[in-house]
């Protein structure tokens, strides 16, 4: 029996009941096999993986773009330090949005960048 995210739902699990008790459970009825948990966990850190490769490869261009001075005028430069903040602000360990005012980097931004990034990786880039 396969079991799906539906049959979870008709469950007579209590709604405020954390998640791991009902994986518990469902582990100790056999309802679910552990070997698909594992899987599913191997499978979760590989998209982890695939993403921060994304990000390191967004950064990089960023980086070559800025070394590289290839930027003709001001707007040129401007959208080049936008793109910057936008990659650092996609950091989970370094705190987010704090060179936005200094480069006037704005929420309608941020949605560009996010955009852009979709189109060009399939993703904005965050986890959430």
């Not at 007579?12 to 954390?18: G, I």
């Not at 979760?44 to 800025?66: G, I, P, S, V, Y």
């Amino acid at each position: 029996m396969e079991l799906k995210f539906g049959d979870i739902k008709k469950m007579d699990y209590d709604d405020r009941l954390p998640f791991e008790f009902v994986l518990v459970d469902l582990l100790y009825k056999k309802l679910i096999n552990v070997n698909e948990v594992l899987v599913c966990y191997t499978e979760a850190l590989d998209k982890e993986r695939h993403l921060n490769a994304m990000r390191f490869e967004e950064a990089c261009t960023n980086l070559t773009q800025m070394l590289g001075g290839n930027f003709k005028k001001k707007e040129d430069k401007e959208t080049m330090y936008k793109r910057a903040i936008h990659t650092f602000n996609l950091s989970n360990s370094l705190p987010k949005h704090i060179h936005d005012a200094e480069y006037g980097y704005t929420e309608q931004d941020e949605k560009e960048w996010d955009d852009f990034c979709k189109l060009m990786y399939g993703t904005n880039l965050k986890t959430e």
